[in-house]
């Protein structure tokens, strides 16, 4: 069996949740190995102030068999304004098996090029934004469309990468992963979902997401234009 090539992206001020959690179920596919690409082997800040350092630049990566892209609001912004990050992801999707994105990861494929006509989610605050890349949005915490996969925010990075590695190698090695890391949820409240979470609660985020996505609508409508 030939070693199967995961590619995650980087880029300054992505969500560092959004990489390391599918990261870490993934790094566990056996005969797998984990690229982490950036434009260069610089240390790459997130947007905790947490750094991560990547394994290869950009034009040191092999192809990749599996392609993902995080998100995090602002470091999406920056990502699809800059060319050499859009074209890094254009060209390893264009021959990659599956392309995958976690959270507003989405939209940077979407300013590839890669979500037209496809089904996709990301992010709650953010879904009505997905057509302005020419995609349908999907109310489920897991999209498949083809070799497509995207996931919702942030925490379904590791639903994401169980899902993948069914796919990839079975639901038994996928379900041995899940007990390997002990991923059994047990949230202490129940708002993790628009359509659970309190008006009150709701409320606190509107303006801080009302802001975010403004601000995202306005860069894809210019990355789109260009």
């Known amino acids: 069996m030939s070693t199967f090539t995961l590619g995650f992206v980087l880029f300054p001020d992505l969500t560092q949740l959004d990489l390391t ?6 790094a566990r596919l056996p005969q797998s190995r984990i690229i982490v690409a950036a434009k260069s082997r610089a240390p790459v800040p997130s947007d905790c ?21 995080p998100g ?28 995958t994105s976690v959270c507003t990861g989405a939209f940077v494929l979407g300013v590839a090029g890669l979500l037209q006509g496809r089904r996709a989610t990301t992010h709650w605050a953010y879904t009505e934004l997905l ?4 995609a349908t949005h ?5 999209v498949r469309d083809r070799n497509l996969f995207s996931a919702g ?18 639901e038994t090695v996928a379900r041995s992963i899940q007990l390997g890391i002990e991923y059994d949820p047990a949230p202490p409240f129940d708002s993790g979902h628009p359509d659970r979470a309190s008006t009150a609660v709701k409320s606190a985020l509107s303006d801080r997401y009302d802001k975010a996505r403004s601000a995202l609508r306005d860069s894809l409508t ?5």
């Not at 057509?131 to 020419?134: D, F, K, N, Q, S």
């Open 131 to 134: 057509p302005l890349v020419g």
């Open 153 to 170: 925010g942030v925490t379904a990075g590791v639903d994401f990468g169980l899902a993948v590695v069914a796919e990839i190698a079975g």
């Open 49 to 69: 102030g947490l750094s991560l350092l990547p394994t290869h630049s950009f034009a040191e990566a092999p192809p990749f068999d599996l392609i993902c892209v």
């Open 21 to 26: 959690r599918p990261l870490q179920v993934l």
């Open 72 to 99: 995090g609001i602002k470091g999406v912004i920056g990502a699809i304004g800059d060319r050499e990050t859009v074209d890094f992801v254009r060209r390893q999707a264009n021959d990659a098996k599956y392309v």
């Open 138 to 142: 999907e109310k489920a915490r897991i």
């Open 222 to 226: 210019q990355a789109v234009a260009a």
